[in-house]
């Protein structure tokens, strides 16, 4: 009998010490791995959480308003300080074309609106003699003036774009910005950069082609003729279709962003590529 009573104590013991250590293993190694399962699991089931509101959209609303009481001036300031302030910001797009559209219309009006200075045509001033003397093109100075003819009368008056233009490719982004004293000035999209590199550049040349005949600022065939920027090295910015198969080499903007670049620079004009 005792020895059944002691065999029964030994059992208890060794119940209570291994169930005791048992418990304390559950605690303390299983049951935080279930727990930890079990909220991943329910992390992984849960509807993905709302984002915070971008308080930079209800800052791009409000420029956008601004700029139906303020002036052309105050508007491109609010522009550029909002694309400055909120580069980030799902509306600095807009916003860049907002301000590129401004000051295109700027520049592009016959008036000394965007910094033009105005010019009075004398004794033997040709648009070409013109142009060379205020150190821009001839081809700008017609499209900013409205102009009908490329003949000019004594005491004509004329706005002359005053332009220190450098373009910036980001072959990533597939943007080509246009900067006039370093400050932008208008993005436009870049369909295709094929077989280029990175690197600073500069416009060796402006070509304009009619098929394959080079046509000079003048000519009957000038309007329709295809523009080039050919660029050291051999590669070109020139215009293209984005719904094109295939792109040439070089780097391909639309054909009407092409005819407003080539206006805005000159030979020499650098050109940063990334």
Sequence with gaps: MMILVRALI???LAGAIFGGSAYFAYELYWK???LDREDKKMQAEAPPP???PDYSIAVFDKTV?????????EGRKALADFIAQNPASPKVGDAKRLLGDMNVTDLFTPSTAGGKVPYTVGRGDALAKVASKMKTNADLIYRVNNLETINLSIGQ????????????VDRKAKTLTVL????????YPLISAKGTTV?????ADKIALNGSTRVAFGDKNYAGADRWLMLGGGVAIRGGDAAAETHPVGF????GDMEEIFLLVSRGTPVTIQ
């Design 10 to 12: 030994i059992l208890l």
């Design 199 to 203: 690197g600073n550049n500069k416009v």
């Design 32 to 34: 935080p791995q279930q």
């Design 50 to 52: 709302t984002p915070p």
């Design 252 to 255: 391909i903007v639309p054909t």
């Design 180 to 187: 006039n004293n370093g400050v932008f000035f208008k993005e």
């Design 157 to 168: 008056q004329l706005y002359i774009p005053q332009l220190a233009t450098t373009i910036a």
């Design 65 to 73: 308003q601004s700029l139906k009481t303020s002036t052309p001036e």
